[in-house]
């Protein structure tokens, strides 16, 4: 029998930030390769508003981001895959030689795209 899984609480992005700060080398490198995923808000926005439409005529709540995730992931061929890996390769390389964005520059960043969205959202309302 599968177990529903519990909805995390929510946090605010101030509490975001906060744990980002305590994440490890390692660990801000993941999130950083995460987000740089969505960074394709092309590809992204689309992709949410087709899955919004969809869940909509089934009588669903919209998706979330990690559904949007997801869907990507799926769409992706096993070359794409291969050809992503080998991306984040390089860019660990890069890292382990010095060759990063000072994290306050993608603090910022994250920052303003997320008062972007939320005004976005706050428009939608």
Same mark, same amino acid.
Do not use: H, Y
């Given at each position: 029998?599968?177990?529903? &899984?519990?909805? %995390?609480?929510?946090?605010?992005? !101030?509490?975001?930030?906060?744990?980002?700060?305590?994440? +490890? =080398?390692? *660990?801000?490198?993941?999130?950083r390769q995460r987000l740089e995923f969505?960074?394709?808000?092309?590809?992204?926005?689309?992709?949410?508003?087709?899955?919004?439409?969809?869940?909509?005529? &089934?009588?669903? %709540?919209?998706?979330?981001?990690? !559904?949007?995730?997801?869907?990507?992931?799926?769409?992706? +061929? =096993?070359? *794409?895959?291969?050809?992503?890996?080998?991306?984040?390769?390089?860019?660990?390389?890069?890292?382990?030689?010095?060759?990063?964005?000072?994290?306050?520059?993608?603090?910022?960043?994250?920052?303003?795209?997320?008062?972007?969205?939320?005004?976005?959202?706050?428009?939608?309302?």
């Amino acid at each position: 029998m599968i177990m529903a &899984q519990p909805k %995390p609480e929510r946090i605010s992005f !101030d509490q975001v930030l906060k744990l980002v700060d305590q994440l +490890t =080398p390692i *660990e801000r490198r993941q999130l950083r390769q995460r987000l740089e995923f969505q960074s394709c808000d092309d590809e992204w926005n689309k992709l949410k508003q087709d899955l919004t439409e969809k869940r909509s005529t &089934q009588g669903l %709540p919209p998706p979330t981001d990690e !559904d949007v995730q997801d869907e990507i992931d799926a769409r992706r +061929t =096993p070359e *794409e895959l291969d050809a992503l890996r080998r991306e984040i390769q390089i860019g660990l390389k890069q890292l382990d030689e010095g060759k990063c964005v000072p994290a306050e520059q993608v603090l910022a960043k994250l920052r303003a795209r997320a008062d972007k969205r939320l005004e976005e959202w706050k428009a939608n309302q």
